[in-house]
Nanobody, 114 residues
């Protein structure tokens, strides 16, 4: 059974930081590209960042220089370090694993507000 479990969301003030984690089980984690998406109610889910099997990364323009994605294959976990958070970063954040199939986590909520 494949599971992706996100954690680390919460309420943070503008300018603050959070680190999201996504722990995977039931898959060969090292063979999967991993991504973080976010979604605001009523809007489309958008790609925030992704990391390939080889460790190459990419970021949405809106988060470049503020967010960092990383992976630890020994822990079957992908991270999203978020800094200089803005109110517009408020969303539900989801991780996705992709190889021959795609798997999604249930999401973790991030609220940036004073």
């Amino acid at each position: 059974q494949v599971q992706l479990v996100e954690s680390g969301g919460g309420l943070v003030q503008p300018g603050g930081s959070l680190r999201l984690s996504c722990a995977a089980s039931g898959i060969i984690f090292s063979a999967h590209a991993m991504s973080w998406y976010r979604q605001v109610p009523g809007k489309q889910r958008e790609l925030v960042s992704s990391i390939t099997v080889g460790g190459s990364t990419n970021y949405a323009d809106s988060v470049k220089g503020r967010f960092t994605i990383s992976r630890d294959n020994a822990k079957n976990t992908v991270y999203l370090q978020m800094s200089s958070l803005k109110p517009e970063d408020t969303a539900d954040y989801f991780c996705k694993a992709r190889w021959m199939r795609e798997y999604w986590g249930q999401g973790t909520q991030v609220t940036v507000s004073s």
